[in-house]
């Protein structure tokens, strides 16, 4: 029965060693993919797609549009952002999904 318990503790603490890998930024953990509120901050009505791919790295895809183009954007915990630019290159509309 003892040899039993102490296998379940092994497998149970074995188990939540690769958990350690699956960290959020509201752990602690600053990595300069994680799309943050402060990043967030350059991404307002009428940024240039400069600003914003200065401040949130480069896009995982573009898609090219006659009214404009969008830029998606996603972070090592799979947080990600569309952003919407005009024919002009400023930010339209975005949207965050954390």
Sequence with gaps: MRLFLIMITAVAVASTIPMAGCATPSAGIDHPSVISKQKLGA????????????????????????????????????????????????????????
């Design 43 to 98: 991404v307002k009505s009428g940024a240039s797609q400069e600003d914003v791919v200065l401040a949130l790295g480069e896009p995982e895809s573009r898609l090219v549009a006659d009214d404009g183009e969008t830029l998606f954007f996603k972070d090592v915990n799979l947080d990600s952002v569309w952003v919407q630019f005009g024919k002009d290159g400023k930010v339209t509309s975005w949207k965050w999904s954390e």
